[in-house]
């Protein structure tokens, strides 16, 4: 079967599936911006990629203005035709689409319709539920209405795609009230566990930054509008008035100038900035932390899923999360005894959970033992290929074509 797997931010695991799912047989292409300056997956060329996968990057030929919301909006809508003509091209018999913003993914999900190619919605955040939090709080009211035109938008997309995957069964009753119960499958999302091996703390990577010897809390990932950068500054200024380590934030977003502002003005010589490391970093930036630190706010923790806590799962390193506890992530780290979850609300709940884990060495060991053996029991890739292969082969008018493509 031909297949495509759009993933706007390019993810370790989604890259991760694509590759699987070519192993299978398929022939299947890995769509990603080129231009977000997310983390992103192993594009490179591995000995043992089958012949079948191959992966493009899109790019407009100019950075992402994350703090310009209308000329993001332009870039989406630019983005989503430039993905529109590519599937076009391909003329795929499915596409499984994820993490695009709104215009980008109705531009996917047109062309798919009009040349009758077979779309999964794969529903990684509700993005118009974010866009009325989030932007109301900068807009006010007419950042209300700009939520309700994105809710209109994303409803329809919901009814118009075939199939709908969301990564917690938290978002399934939404989706299965815009979609239809017959479309929606709930696959949890997962840890790169084949990429992000358990490693040494003094390794290139943490040499390289002076890091090897000192006490280091790490933050890997994207930092925007739905974390709160406030908890970083404070866990720094805690820690370098202790003298017992260091915060190391690898990150970008739109926080990140705050974070740099913040650390000048407060003069906060124990918070080191660093930009997104290439893949084949990641699992020495991970292996650098005594404890990996994750967040997410309030209003956030309904509409999306801090999945950074499932690498830091594979790295076998306890993790600090200030989350709701009704959030996904937040329910996986203490089913696994992963780590310390603590109320985004509450800064010195998330200080004393530092301080606790920063003295207790043996209770660091124990969960990132616990993490490990958590994502070795359940990123199986096997059942979660088997899965996605089912939702592709959904009885439908395309479901015979589809099972005859596979065999």
């Known amino acids: 079967m031909r297949l495509v797997v759009h993933d706007y931010c390019g993810h370790p695991f989604q890259v991760q599936l694509s590759r699987n799912l070519a192993l299978r047989g398929h022939e299947v292409t890995h769509i ?41 909006r332009f870039n989406d809508v630019a983005y989503g035709r430039h993905v529109a003509r590519l599937i076009l ?10 993490n695009a913003p709104t215009e980008a993914q109705g531009a996917v999900l047109k062309a798919c319709k009009a040349a009758n190619i077979r779309f999964v919605y794969w529903l990684q955040d509700i993005f118009s539920v974010a866009v009325s939090k989030l932007v109301s709080k900068e807009l006010g009211f007419v950042g209300k209405i700009v939520g309700w035109y994105y809710q209109y938008l994303e409803r ?20 299965r009230s815009w979609g239809g119960d017959e479309k929606v499958s709930v696959i949890e999302n997962w840890g790169a566990l084949d990429d992000i091996s358990v ?73 080191k900035l660093l930009p997104i490391q ?44 200030a989350a709701p506890k009704e959030n996904l992530a937040a329910r996986t780290v203490e089913k696994a005894r992963a780590g310390i979850v603590v109320d985004p609300l509450d800064a010195a709940g998330f ?4 301080r606790l884990l920063r003295e207790d060495p043996q209770l660091r060991a124990d969960l990132g033992a616990n993490g490990r053996a958590y994502a070795e029991r359940t990123f199986d890739m096997k059942r979660i290929t088997d899965r996605f292969e089912r939702v592709l082969l959904r009885d439908g008018d395309s479901a015979q074509v589809l099972r005859e493509a596979i065999a």
Not at 89 to 98: C, E, M, T, W
Not at 203 to 222: C, E, M, P, V
């Open 199 to 271: 490693g040494a703390k003094s390794n290139d990577w943490s040499r390289q930054h002076g890091l090897s010897d000192k006490f280091a809390f790490i933050y890997s990932g994207t930092i925007g509008r739905k974390h709160n950068p406030e908890l970083l500054l404070r866990l720094a200024e805690e820690i370098g008035s202790s003298g017992s380590g260091v915060v190391v934030v690898v990150a970008q977003g739109v926080s990140v100038k705050q974070l740099h502002d913040a650390r000048d003005a407060r003069q906060i010589g124990s918070l």
């Open 351 to 354: 200080l004393n959970a530092a």
């Open 32 to 72: 990603y911006f080129a231009d977000e300056p997310g983390p992103k997956g192993a594009f490179d060329a591995r000995p043992d990629n089958p012949p079948s996968l191959k992966f493009v990057g899109v790019t407009l030929g100019a950075g992402v203005r994350q703090t310009a919301l209308l000329a993001r």
């Open 89 to 98: 091209d391909l003329h795929p018999d499915a596409v499984i689409s994820g």
């Open 156 to 175: 329809r997309q919901f009814r118009d795609s075939d199939s709908i995957v969301v990564i917690t069964e938290d978002f399934a009753p939404l989706a």
């Open 278 to 321: 290439p893949a084949e970093v990641l699992p020495n930036v991970l292996a650098t932390a005594d404890v990996l630190v994750a967040m997410i706010e309030v209003d956030a923790g309904t509409f999306a899923v801090p999945s950074k806590v499932l690498s830091y799962m594979c790295a076998g390193r306890p993790i600090l999360l």
